[in-house]
Nanobody, 124 residues
Framework: EVQLQASGGGLVQAGGSLRLSCAVS????????IGWFRQPPGKERAGVSC????????DYTNSVKDRFTISRDNAKNTVYLQMNSLQPEDTAVYYC?????????????????WGQGTLVTVSS
């Protein structure tokens, strides 16, 4: 069974940084793409960033480009999301997910397994 554990959320002031981690078990980690999603209060879950396999192709939603960086450590079965210049509108529960496919997608319907989420709160 594939399991994902997201961590690293917390409370930060606007302009600050956080690094989220997503530890994956039960899957051949280096064969599948991983995505990060977020769900702000009262809104739908939406794709933030994703990373594919081998060449590590990545994608970002427009609102986080140049602020967030996704990376993966295949030796540790972990994906990271470095979030810089955080703004109040980044406040959300952040989820990581696995798609049993090597290419990266930001659409949540592609994803097969989800972690439990970690809360990021950015104060103004």
């Amino acid at each position: 069974e594939v399991q994902l554990q997201a961590s690293g959320g917390g409370l930060v002031q606007a302009g600050g940084s956080l690094r989220l981690s997503c530890a994956v078990s039960g899957a051949t980690f280096d064969e599948y793409a991983i995505g990060w999603f977020r769900q702000p209060p009262g809104k739908e879950r939406a794709g933030v960033s994703c990373i594919g396999v081998s060449d590590g192709g990545t994608d970002y939603t427009n609102s986080v480009k140049d602020r967030f960086t996704i990376s993966r450590d295949n030796a540790k079965n972990t994906v990271y999301l470095q979030m810089n210049s955080l703004q109040p509108e980044d406040t959300a529960v952040y989820y990581c997910a696995v798609v049993m496919f090597p290419r990266c997608h930001l659409g949540k319907s592609w994803y097969d397994y989800w972690g439990q989420g970690t809360l990021v709160t950015v104060s103004s």
